[in-house]
């Protein structure tokens, strides 16, 4: 049934009325797209500020944050690992001037199995968040979710008061001990867990309804809000607009800027199809994960266990990148010092 075009005009686009359902997120380190679509939220992590931070327009923030690792002093490599921090600030005072919400930083992927450590880069962001006069209560700090990570994610609330958004989530398990650990925010992968069953399947195509990662973010949704969890469960990482509009009334979802422009161009009626009140209907059962129930419901999936360590792999390289790039600042910098 072909709509009208006099109705199509009254007919607000997807993007609009996915909004009146979800809190729309940006996924990206681009202003312009924040400035176009005005997500309530926006999310960022290596891969995404380095893609940025090649671009000619953010050139002054790498270069104040080369200038920020010079002016600490000590080795090449610690000024290197205080510029990417701070690189990762800027672009986050930066996008926080031009949202009402909450952006959410990552921690280096490189740490993802080190508690203390992700404790203290947590700290540490937060801390200089604050010296660009920025308050923790508007920053959401991402951490893998390892067990490692997870539990850093636990004490960073607990103790700290500090946000925390758990990435790289693809099992049920994950999702389990992050709500256990009273974490803010997850972020369930949906694309990487189709990718993964495209790759290693007969099936190549699916109907949004039964994309697994559709059906992976559906079941953890339903979880929370039959057991009365707070945190917030924020669909990540999508391939196509099927998959968003399949989690209408999700929490949050975090979009990318090609996806936000195809929605804002569709004008097809949307229904939430994920509800409170039928989460609180459904079968699910009740469990408690320590670690080592989590290790071993985790290791049952294998499709998480892959993609976990390939997207922890993936973002530690691009953190790599990140700095051999600020490192040819940096050394530039010093000649010229």
Same mark, same amino acid.
């Given at each position: 049934m072909s709509v009208s075009?006099?109705?199509?005009?009254?007919?607000? !686009?997807? =993007?609009?009325?996915?909004k009146h359902h979800t809190t729309v997120v940006a996924d990206t380190g681009d202003f312009n797209a924040i400035d176009e679509y005005k997500p309530l939220d926006a999310t960022t992590n290596p891969s995404l500020i380095l893609a940025a931070?090649?671009?000619?327009?953010?050139?002054k923030l790498v270069d104040d944050?080369?200038?920020?690792?010079k002016k600490l002093g000590g080795s090449e490599e610690e000024q290197i690992k205080n510029a990417s921090d701070k690189l990762f600030v800027l672009f986050g005072a930066e996008i926080l001037k031009r949202i009402?919400?909450?952006v959410s930083t990552e921690v280096d992927a490189r740490l993802s199995f080190d508690k203390e450590g992700m404790?203290?880069?947590?700290r540490r962001l937060i801390d200089l968040y604050k010296e660009v006069g920025v308050g923790k209560d508007r920053i959401l700090i991402k951490l893998s979710s390892t067990w490692e990570g997870i539990q850093a994610g636990r004490v960073l609330e607990a103790e700290y008061g500090i946000h925390c958004n758990m990435t790289l989530l693809f099992s049920f398990a994950q999702a389990v001990a992050c709500a256990e650990a009273g974490v803010t925010l997850i972020s369930p992968f949906v694309g990487r867990i189709l990718d993964w069953y495209v790759a290693n399947g007969d099936k190549k195509t699916y109907e949004p309804s039964e994309d697994p990662g559709v059906k992976s973010v559906t079941k953890i949704y339903n979880y929370y809000k039959k057991f009365g969890y707070k945190t917030i469960v924020m669909g990540a990482s999508f391939r196509n607009t099927g998959q968003i509009k399949a989690l209408t009334g999700c929490d949050y979802l975090t979009i990318s800027p090609k996806l936000l422009a195809e =929605? !804002?161009?569709?004008?097809?009626?949307?229904t939430p199809t994920l509800s409170v009140k039928e989460a609180q209907a459904c079968d699910l059962e009740k469990i408690h994960l320590d670690e080592k129930a989590f290790r071993w419901h985790h290791n049952e999936d294998q499709m998480a266990v892959e993609k976990l360590s390939d997207g922890i792999r993936r973002f530690a390289a691009d953190a790599v990148k990140l700095e051999r790039m600020l490192k040819v600042d940096v050394v530039s910098l010093s000649s010229h010092g």
């Open positions: 075009p006099v109705k199509r005009q009254k007919m607000e !686009s997807a =993007l609009d009325q996915l931070a090649q671009m000619p327009a953010y050139q944050a080369v200038a920020y690792g009402p919400g909450r404790i203290q880069r947590a =929605l !804002s161009k569709e004008h097809v009626k949307l």
